[in-house]
């Protein structure tokens, strides 16, 4: 089956400065790759996704690169701001109705 | 609005007494999942449905059961919970099963066993 992990497992940076979390996956097969972002308490929101077709995709201060020959995909942050604490989840889906999950990055901006 | 709706929120029982936890959507998405998600940990797929088809992951305990009534509703069914299954509890949607499409979750419930 698909194995995504994700690093680094904590981050913290500086208000205003960029966040990077990268992650690779085993499956040559998987061809969408979303980013979903975890507030304490809440379910997973998506924030961003990827389609194997496309190198990158960029959303205001989010952006994602994709490369699928070396199988890894990335998240980059612009600009941090407070908000933007809470833990961030990478995923791959393989399959029809598989959607797996990298481990989890706990990203902290400080003000 | 929330478009996937978990209840409850939060949820206490007995080490061993059967619970349900309930999901519903307004989407009428084709495709429901359940995911558990332990402490600091990714969330893992138990099980989902398309349509009134399940499809159990090969590792969800039998304890596990699901029910999917019609479209806009499924059920997660503990039936003798224990210690080990005190975690978030995720139910989230999709419009079809294809590669390409987007999960929707709902905000969870926080299952605790005592």
């Known amino acids: 089956g698909e194995n995504v992990e994700q690093h680094p497992s904590t981050l913290s940076v500086q208000e205003g400065d960029s966040a990077v979390i990268k992650c690779t996956y085993s499956?040559?097969?998987?061809?969408?790759f979303p980013w979903y972002k975890q507030e304490l308490g809440k379910g997973p929101q998506l924030i961003i996704d990827?389609?194997?077709?496309?190198g990158e995709k960029k959303d205001q201060r989010i952006a994602v690169t994709l490369n699928k020959t070396a199988k890894h995909f990335s998240l980059h942050i612009t600009e941090t701001q407070p908000e933007d604490s809470a833990v961030y989840f990478c995923?791959?889906?393989?399959?029809?109705?598989?959607?797996?999950f990298g481990t989890g990055t706990r990203l902290t901006v400080i003000p | 609005d929330a478009m996937v709706i978990q209840n409850p929120r939060y949820q206490v029982t007995q080490f061993g007494k059967p619970v349900t936890l309930s999901c519903s959507q307004t989407?009428?998405?084709?495709?429901m999942y359940w995911y558990q998600q332990k402490s600091s940990q990714a969330p893992k797929l138990l099980f989902h449905?398309?349509?009134?088809?399940?499809?159990n992951e090969a590792d969800t305990p039998d304890n596990f059961q699901s029910r999917r009534p019609n479209t806009s509703f499924c059920f997660l069914d503990i039936r003798s919970p224990g210690l080990g299954d005190a975690a978030m509890y995720l139910c989230?949607?999709?419009?079809?099963?294809?590669?390409?499409?987007?999960?929707?979750f709902g905000q969870g419930t926080r299952l605790t066993v005592v």
């Open positions: 989230a949607t999709s419009k079809t099963g294809a590669l390409n499409t987007e999960a929707f």
């Open positions: 449905y398309y349509d009134k088809d399940f499809n």
């Open positions: 989407l009428n998405h084709n495709v």
């Open positions: 995923a791959a889906r393989t399959g029809a109705n598989n959607l797996f």
């Open positions: 990827i389609r194997s077709n496309v």
């Open positions: 499956d040559s097969a998987s061809n969408y």
